[in-house]
């Protein structure tokens, strides 16, 4: 009696371990795929400003270091470096958003969504689109400081610059 159920019951076990041991397979492949996408998004990129004068150096997590080279003074105004490191900043950003975007874009490819599994139900992918963040605008050109504040008498700078030290 016990033979009748017994032939079944072991091939629908044995079927079942089959199945259980290739999808804990496929999750450690996944797994070890996603953490390979991690890292790929998270790998640090550095760029440089257009006249060379500043490096920015960072990754999806934020800014690691700004870098100004030491004869950026000399070769450069106040204004326009800054110009330079807002410009290095801004492209830091979207090299690493594009980083991050093509390590993640082949899970978002495959993940099926919300909307497909539920019927009626919200878009996910539609949703994150709509909360990613747009890219950094172009920063509008900064004015230049009146003439009268720059040349200014009472400034010690101005006194040095204007005069000279030995009388």
């Known amino acids: 009696m016990n033979d009748d159920w017994s032939a079944p019951t072991r091939a629908e076990n044995n079927a079942l371990r089959a199945q259980i041991d290739s999808m804990l397979e496929m999750f450690a492949s996944e797994k070890s795929a996603l953490l390979g996408m991690q890292a790929r998004a998270a790998e ?36 326009s470096l800054g110009r330079s490191v807002t410009e290095a900043l801004g492209e830091l950003a979207r090299q690493t958003a594009r980083t991050q975007e093509e390590a993640l874009s082949p899970i978002s490819a495959a993940m099926p969504d919300l909307s497909d599994l539920v019927p009626g139900a ?32 009472d400034d010690e700078d101005g006194y040095f610059r204007n005069r000279n030290y030995l009388r």
């Open 122 to 153: 919200p878009s996910i992918k539609e949703l994150m689109a709509q909360l990613a963040p747009p890219p950094p605008p172009t920063p509008e050109p900064v004015a230049e400081a009146p003439r009268s504040l720059v040349d200014d008498e």
């Open 44 to 79: 640090l990129v550095s760029v440089w400003s257009e006249d060379g004068l500043v490096r920015a150096s960072g990754n999806i997590a934020g800014v690691s270091e700004v870098h100004i080279e030491p004869d950026a003074f000399k070769r450069s105004t106040p204004e």
